[in-house]
């Protein structure tokens, strides 16, 4: 199984910026799939995730701000994410799960880093 983000970068208060994680070696509409973050000297934290059918949760501080999606025909993951502030600063990791009808994630792409300025 094979994660790659892409779609980080630079942006000011208020910006957005698209994440996107290609999927390979994997099943990948059958699971759920996730969106985490770690910022400077803090640890990894949950921020979204959705399930083979569509159920999708957020973390609370970024509800009505960011939208996850899936592309079952492309096996692509996305993060849309709006009105970004400097607390969403961090890398940002796609992740997956090896085991059917779970949300517990235990595989990893290497990150897309994602630095909101003030």
């Known amino acids: 199984v094979q994660l790659v983000e892409s779609g980080g970068g630079s942006v000011q208060s208020g910006g957005s910026l698209r994440l996107s994680c290609a999927v390979s070696?994997?099943?990948?509409?059958?699971?759920?799939m996730g969106w985490f973050r770690q910022a400077p000297e803090k640890g990894r934290e949950f921020v979204s995730s959705i399930t083979s059918d569509g159920t999708t949760t957020y973390l609370d501080s970024v509800k009505g701000r960011f939208t996850i999606s899936r592309d079952n025909a492309w096996n692509t993951l996305n993060l849309e994410m709006n009105n970004l502030k400097p607390e969403d600063t961090g890398m940002y990791y796609c992740?997956?799960?090896?085991?059917?009808?779970?949300?517990?994630?235990?595989?990893w792409g290497q990150g897309t880093h994602v630095s909101v300025s003030s």
């Open positions: 992740a997956a799960t090896r085991y059917m009808n779970s949300c517990d994630f235990n595989i």
């Open positions: 070696g994997y099943t990948y509409s059958t699971y759920c």
